[in-house]
């Protein structure tokens, strides 16, 4: 999924929560994690952003911003 300024959040919700995922930064960095949830603006001063962690628990872990991500890839756990 390409993420840009119209992509809504719930998308992203319904697309990816549960999933590895690569993440395709703007600036051309990938980064392999599992989503957990999504994080709205209104709860954060930041911007939309999507939970992760690295090791595919359920424990919470970090947050990417949809600002800085370019695209969006369902992967394998491998």
């Known amino acids: 999924m390409k993420i840009n300024d119209k992509t809504n959040i719930y998308d992203v919700d319904k697309a990816f929560v549960g999933e590895w ?31 992760y962690n690295t090791t595919g ?6 947050d990417i911003y949809l600002k800085d991500v ?5 992967t394998s756990k491998d």
Do not use: C, M, R, W
């Open 21 to 51: 995922v690569n993440v395709t930064f703007k600036s051309g960095e990938v980064k392999k994690v599992f989503v957990l949830d999504i994080d709205i603006e209104p709860d954060n001063d930041i911007g939309d952003a999507i939970i």
């Open 57 to 62: 628990s359920l424990n919470y872990g970090n």
């Open 70 to 74: 370019d695209q969006i890839e369902v």
